[in-house]
């Protein structure tokens, strides 16, 4: 009987192999990770600048002229209509003109990268004048720079990720399955905001809101990998977390904003749940819930897909492959 490939195979051989799978996945990942991170600037965004008709005309000109295809600019009448803007996540900053000159009116919470962009960029404008800023809507002052938002975010997406996979593994019932993910998805949102708003301070809204945002993420995230895991088996949950983490994150723009990454993929970013979740918990944070539609229902959607996978998907990757396994029948013996 021929030994099995496993005992012929030199255990050299197979050490290479693994090292060398691991260097073709790294090679990949580097740049995708790293790129977005070092090649960050202004790409079409949206920005307002306030004030009378031709001072509004000639601001914006320059403002084109000094980073051609950077703003996607729009024009108002006056500062409470650009501040307004801002509340309304319709932009991330103003220059507004007025007697004394041109003021930026910034709004932090949405990006504190963004504003000391725009803040470096109306200093070059006015020819190293100091320029007033006011900010409209500034981030947590326990978190002024968003590193905590963005660093907090981070295992949210770790733990659905792996909620997602253990549940897929381990529970062989659709219905428990389903009990699983809502279940982790109610508990992974009030434990986020009590840790992020209420312990670590780096969120200030309000806090159910930020709550249930956390939870339809969890939900999205959690069940894309297990609604995949249901349907391919094994591959379906790898298919998973590189949606919703290995893409995802370096893509979502949570630290940042996606305007500044390199297009497409910013604005790619905004469809994976990472992305989409982050952008929704600052809406439900820092702005009373204003740009939470259009990611609140990319992760909806997520949600339910996952959800509608997991009840006709297989029962599980335990259950498939012992599915697949010949029936073994006892062997009847005779006296």
Request: zero cysteines; aromatic letters at 8%; charged letters at 15%.
């Given at each position: 009987?021929?030994?099995?490939?496993?005992?012929?195979?030199?255990?050299?051989?197979?050490?290479?192999?693994?090292?060398s799978l691991a260097v073709v996945v790294q090679a990949p990942?580097?740049?995708?990770?790293?790129?977005p991170a070092a090649h960050l600037a202004p790409r079409d965004l949206p920005v307002v600048v306030a004030g009378p008709a031709p001072a509004t005309a000639e601001l914006a000109?320059?403002?084109?002229?000094?980073?051609?295809?950077?703003?996607?600019v729009t024009t108002l009448p006056d500062a409470a209509a650009a501040d307004r803007a801002l509340r309304?996540?319709?932009a991330y900053a103003a220059y507004v003109v007025g007697p004394d000159g041109v003021a930026l009116h910034t709004a932090p919470a949405a990006s504190p990268t963004v504003a000391a962009l725009l803040t470096e960029a109306a200093t070059q404008l006015s020819a190293g004048r100091p320029v007033p800023v006011v900010p409209v809507v500034p981030a947590d002052p326990d978190d002024p720079r968003g590193a905590g938002f963005a660093a907090g975010f981070l295992p949210l997406a770790l733990t659905a990720m792996l909620a997602g996979?253990?549940?897929?593994?381990?529970?062989?019932?659709?219905?428990?399955?389903?009990?699983?993910?809502?279940?982790?998805?109610?508990?992974a949102g009030l434990a986020g905001a009590?840790?992020?708003?209420?312990?670590?301070?780096?969120?200030?809204?309000?806090?159910?809101?930020?709550?249930?945002?956390?939870?339809?993420?969890a939900l999205a995230a959690a069940g894309t990998v297990a609604g995949l895991g249901a349907l391919?088996?094994?591959?379906?949950?790898?298919?998973?977390?590189?949606?919703?983490?290995?893409?995802?994150?370096?893509?979502?723009a949570v630290a940042a904003a996606p305007e500044l990454l390199p297009q497409p993929w910013g604005a790619v970013g905004q469809y994976l749940p990472v992305g989409a979740g982050g952008t929704l918990l600052r809406s439900a944070a820092f702005f009373d819930g204003a740009g939470a539609g259009r990611p609140a229902a990319v992760l909806?959607?997520?949600?339910?897909?996952?959800?509608?996978?997991?009840?006709?998907?297989?029962?599980?990757?335990?259950?498939?492959?012992?599915?697949?396994?010949?029936?073994?029948?006892?062997?009847e013996v005779t006296l």
């Open positions: 009987m021929p030994a099995h490939p496993s005992r012929i195979r030199s255990p050299w051989l197979l050490a290479a192999l693994v090292a990942l580097v740049p995708l990770f790293a790129a000109a320059r403002l084109a002229a000094a980073r051609p295809g950077g703003f996607a309304d996540r319709e996979a253990l549940l897929t593994v381990l529970i062989a019932r659709r219905g428990a399955r389903l009990f699983g993910l809502v279940g982790f998805a109610v508990v009590a840790v992020l708003h209420g312990w670590l301070g780096v969120l200030d809204g309000d806090v159910w809101r930020e709550a249930a945002a956390m939870g339809l993420f391919l088996g094994a591959p379906g949950i790898g298919l998973g977390a590189l949606l919703v983490f290995l893409v995802g994150n370096p893509l979502s909806a959607g997520y949600a339910l897909v996952g959800l509608a996978l997991v009840l006709v998907g297989r029962r599980s990757v335990r259950a498939g492959v012992a599915d697949a396994a010949p029936e073994r029948r006892p062997v």
